[in-house]
Protein backbone atom coordinates (compact mmCIF):
# COMPACT_ATOMS: atom_id res chain seq x y z
CA UNK A 1 0.00 0.00 0.00
CA UNK A 2 1.70 3.47 -0.93
CA UNK A 3 2.15 5.99 1.30
CA UNK A 4 2.43 9.91 1.07
CA UNK A 5 3.48 12.07 3.43
CA UNK A 6 3.55 15.82 3.13
CA UNK A 7 3.73 18.49 5.29
CA UNK A 8 3.75 22.74 5.87
CA UNK A 9 5.60 24.94 7.77
CA UNK A 10 4.48 26.30 11.09
CA UNK A 11 3.89 29.55 9.46
CA UNK A 12 0.81 28.77 7.03
CA UNK A 13 -1.42 28.88 9.97
CA UNK A 14 -3.83 31.55 10.35
CA UNK A 15 -6.66 32.73 12.07
CA UNK A 16 -9.80 32.24 10.72
CA UNK A 17 -11.08 35.55 12.57
CA UNK A 18 -11.05 39.00 10.65
CA UNK A 19 -10.24 41.60 13.43
CA UNK A 20 -8.12 44.38 12.14
CA UNK A 21 -6.18 46.67 14.19
CA UNK A 22 -8.48 49.40 13.37
CA UNK A 23 -11.69 49.88 12.28
CA UNK A 24 -15.66 50.69 12.62
CA UNK A 25 -18.13 49.81 15.40
CA UNK A 26 -21.71 49.18 14.73
CA UNK A 27 -22.57 52.95 14.69
CA UNK A 28 -19.55 54.00 12.77
CA UNK A 29 -16.90 55.43 15.17
CA UNK A 30 -13.64 54.46 14.37
CA UNK A 31 -11.98 52.51 16.77
CA UNK A 32 -9.08 49.71 18.02
CA UNK A 33 -10.74 46.82 17.70
CA UNK A 34 -7.66 44.68 18.30
CA UNK A 35 -4.30 43.52 18.96
CA UNK A 36 -1.75 42.43 16.47
CA UNK A 37 -1.74 38.48 18.04
CA UNK A 38 -4.78 38.61 16.40
CA UNK A 39 -2.99 38.05 12.88
CA UNK A 40 -0.38 35.72 14.44
CA UNK A 41 3.70 36.25 15.76
CA UNK A 42 5.27 34.32 13.02
CA UNK A 43 9.13 33.76 14.18
CA UNK A 44 11.42 30.70 13.42
CA UNK A 45 9.59 27.78 13.34
CA UNK A 46 6.20 28.55 13.70
CA UNK A 47 3.06 30.91 14.27
CA UNK A 48 1.80 32.26 18.16
CA UNK A 49 -1.64 33.06 18.54
CA UNK A 50 -3.26 34.19 21.86
CA UNK A 51 -6.60 34.48 21.45
CA UNK A 52 -9.53 32.15 21.98
CA UNK A 53 -10.71 31.15 18.29
CA UNK A 54 -10.42 29.13 15.21
CA UNK A 55 -7.28 28.53 13.42
CA UNK A 56 -6.84 26.99 9.97
CA UNK A 57 -3.93 25.48 7.84
CA UNK A 58 -3.67 23.88 4.22
CA UNK A 59 -1.96 20.91 3.75
CA UNK A 60 -0.78 19.55 0.69
CA UNK A 61 -2.69 16.80 -0.99
CA UNK A 62 -2.24 14.68 -3.54
CA UNK A 63 -5.47 13.90 -5.47
CA UNK A 64 -4.21 11.14 -7.62
CA UNK A 65 -0.98 9.55 -8.39
CA UNK A 66 -0.35 7.73 -11.89
CA UNK A 67 -4.29 7.33 -11.77
CA UNK A 68 -4.87 6.27 -8.59
CA UNK A 69 -6.95 7.94 -6.16
CA UNK A 70 -5.75 8.92 -2.46
CA UNK A 71 -7.29 8.34 1.22
CA UNK A 72 -6.30 11.10 4.14
CA UNK A 73 -5.38 8.26 7.15
CA UNK A 74 -4.12 11.10 9.19
CA UNK A 75 -3.26 14.22 9.94
CA UNK A 76 -0.68 15.51 12.80
CA UNK A 77 -0.28 19.05 14.29
CA UNK A 78 2.86 20.00 15.87
CA UNK A 79 2.55 22.67 18.54
CA UNK A 80 3.22 24.18 21.91
CA UNK A 81 1.14 25.87 24.30
CA UNK A 82 0.59 27.41 27.84
CA UNK A 83 -1.81 25.66 29.93
CA UNK A 84 -4.31 27.84 29.98
CA UNK A 85 -4.68 27.45 26.18
CA UNK A 86 -7.28 24.47 25.45
CA UNK A 87 -7.70 22.57 22.67
CA UNK A 88 -11.28 21.87 21.82
CA UNK A 89 -12.09 20.53 18.48
CA UNK A 90 -10.96 19.73 15.21
CA UNK A 91 -12.88 20.23 11.80
CA UNK A 92 -11.48 18.93 8.58
CA UNK A 93 -12.56 19.92 4.85
CA UNK A 94 -11.86 18.04 1.81
CA UNK A 95 -12.05 20.66 -1.52
CA UNK A 96 -13.86 23.20 0.66
CA UNK A 97 -16.25 20.83 1.77
CA UNK A 98 -16.57 19.80 5.76
CA UNK A 99 -16.00 15.94 6.00
CA UNK A 100 -14.93 15.10 10.06
CA UNK A 101 -14.94 16.62 13.05
CA UNK A 102 -13.10 15.46 16.42
CA UNK A 103 -10.54 15.87 19.04
CA UNK A 104 -7.06 14.39 19.28
CA UNK A 105 -6.52 10.78 19.90
CA UNK A 106 -3.04 11.37 21.67
CA UNK A 107 -2.05 13.43 24.45
CA UNK A 108 -0.28 17.01 23.96
CA UNK A 109 1.82 18.25 22.84
CA UNK A 110 1.26 17.09 19.23
CA UNK A 111 -2.13 16.62 18.04
CA UNK A 112 -3.30 13.29 16.09
CA UNK A 113 -6.35 13.12 14.00
CA UNK A 114 -7.50 9.64 11.83
CA UNK A 115 -10.84 10.87 10.44
CA UNK A 116 -13.39 8.41 9.27
CA UNK A 117 -16.80 8.08 8.10
CA UNK A 118 -19.56 6.25 9.50
CA UNK A 119 -18.64 2.28 9.07
CA UNK A 120 -14.64 2.98 9.38
CA UNK A 121 -13.83 3.84 5.54
CA UNK A 122 -11.33 6.66 4.82
CA UNK A 123 -12.22 9.67 2.90
CA UNK A 124 -10.59 10.37 -0.48
CA UNK A 125 -8.56 13.40 -1.55
CA UNK A 126 -10.88 15.02 -4.57
CA UNK A 127 -9.40 18.04 -3.56
CA UNK A 128 -7.44 19.62 -0.78
CA UNK A 129 -7.38 18.96 2.84
CA UNK A 130 -8.04 22.24 5.66
CA UNK A 131 -7.62 21.75 8.97
CA UNK A 132 -9.39 24.25 11.40
CA UNK A 133 -8.68 24.17 15.61
CA UNK A 134 -10.46 25.29 17.82
CA UNK A 135 -8.62 26.47 20.92
CA UNK A 136 -9.54 28.49 24.08
CA UNK A 137 -7.61 30.86 26.01
CA UNK A 138 -8.58 30.28 29.78
CA UNK A 139 -6.09 32.56 31.21
CA UNK A 140 -4.87 35.76 30.12
CA UNK A 141 -2.54 37.67 27.79
CA UNK A 142 0.61 36.00 28.30
CA UNK A 143 -1.25 32.40 27.35
CA UNK A 144 -0.48 31.09 23.64
CA UNK A 145 -0.63 28.68 21.49
CA UNK A 146 2.45 28.17 18.48
CA UNK A 147 2.17 25.96 15.85
CA UNK A 148 5.20 24.34 14.37
CA UNK A 149 3.72 22.53 11.38
CA UNK A 150 0.88 20.02 9.97
CA UNK A 151 1.65 17.06 8.84
CA UNK A 152 -0.63 14.47 6.54
CA UNK A 153 -0.56 10.74 5.60
CA UNK A 154 -2.26 9.28 2.29
CA UNK A 155 -2.53 5.90 0.88
CA UNK A 156 -4.34 4.55 -1.92
Known amino acids: MPRITTSI ?4 FC ?6 LFGYDLVGNYVQTGAAADWGDARGWGRTFTLSGWYHVAIPTPMYVDGQAYYLDEVIILHSKSDRMV ?5 L ?3 GSFIWRGVSDIPPPNLLFR ?6 ARFQTNGGVGVSLHFSNTG ?5 VTFRG ?6 D
Open 9 to 12: HGNA
Open 115 to 120: PRQEGG
Open 140 to 144: GPDDF
Open 87 to 91: FDEVH
Open 15 to 20: SEQYRP
Open 150 to 155: ATATFT
Open 93 to 95: YIA
